[in-house]
């Protein structure tokens, strides 16, 4: 298993050549099957165009090398068409907000976690406040270009650290997603009420003020009724995010994907 960062910037090693052939310079996300599927490469000045290594021709990912067996693994992103338009869905996770399919924003994608062997993404490393946890894939629902989505149970699945992370077969790996797309949204329990229900909500709403001040906004925020709420270039404090939380789901969405540090 490799966090992302640990593939960035690797050579990349032929290994029927004895020779380094380009470097690693970014990892493209496959959304739909929560996967690394290519690995980007830099190579001499004089080249022209995006190369890339299907990761299914990568014969290994070490601590200084990735490997392939030929030279011709590299490949022309044009001549890839799949690998082109994963590309340009610019999916890269690291920044991006995750929230339950109801709507709650538990924290931020600071890094995720690869399995080397085939490229799957095993799970997410969150800022959540002042701590770092990591989410198992099983919970994710989708993986967006800003956004990505959780199930409504995700905060209970937390680990502290990647090797409590779970490396599933391919079989394993599709039923996985195809029951986390597919499960309904659990019947609410009238017995187990609302006490706990609240207590959640303040929990993640806490969670929400702590992720966001002191982030400063990229755009005008603006209510339902098309008032301005923030401008932009403003630094968010705690009573600016408690009152977009006031306002509700789609303006506090709005603001939490256009802030930056």
């Known amino acids: 298993m490799k966090k992302s960062v640990e593939i960035l910037n690797l050579p990349v090693i032929s290994i029927s050549e004895g020779e380094e052939i380009g470097q690693v310079k970014s990892l493209i996300i496959n959304p739909e099957k929560f996967s690394v599927d290519f690995l980007t ?28 067996e030929h030279g011709n ?71 967006g270009k800003q956004m990505v989505i959780v199930t409504e149970n995700a905060e209970e699945a937390l680990v502290a650290e990647a090797s409590e992370l779970k490396v599933l077969s391919a079989d394993e790996e599709a039923e996985q997603i195809i029951s986390v797309v597919e499960a309904p949204a659990p019947a609410p329990n009238p017995t187990e009420v609302d006490n706990k229900a609240l207590q959640q909500a303040d929990g993640l709403k806490e969670k929400q003020v702590q992720l966001l001040i002191g982030k400063t906004l990229l755009k005008d925020i603006h209510n339902q009724q098309g ?35």
Do not use: C
């Not at 590309?87 to 399995?115: A, C, D, Q, W």
């Open 227 to 261: 008032n301005m709420l923030f401008e932009g270039g403003t630094t968010l404090k705690r009573e600016d995010v408690e009152k977009a939380q006031e306002e509700g789901p789609s303006t506090f969405v709005e603001l939490s994907m256009n802030v930056t540090e």
């Open 73 to 143: 693994a590299i490949m022309d992103l044009s001549e890839i068409p799949i690998a082109n338009q994963l590309f340009n869905k610019k999916v890269g996770l690291i920044g991006s907000r995750v929230m339950t399919r109801k709507g709650h924003l538990l924290g931020e994608i600071i890094e995720y976690h690869v399995n080397d062997d085939n490229g799957q993404i095993l799970g997410l490393t969150l800022k959540m406040g002042d701590r770092e946890v990591i989410l198992p894939m099983g919970e994710v629902v989708t993986l």
């Open 41 to 68: 490469t830099q190579q001499e000045e004089w080249q022209v165009g995006v190369k890339a290594i299907p990761f299914k021709k990568v014969i290994g990912v070490g601590e200084y090398a990735v490997t392939v």
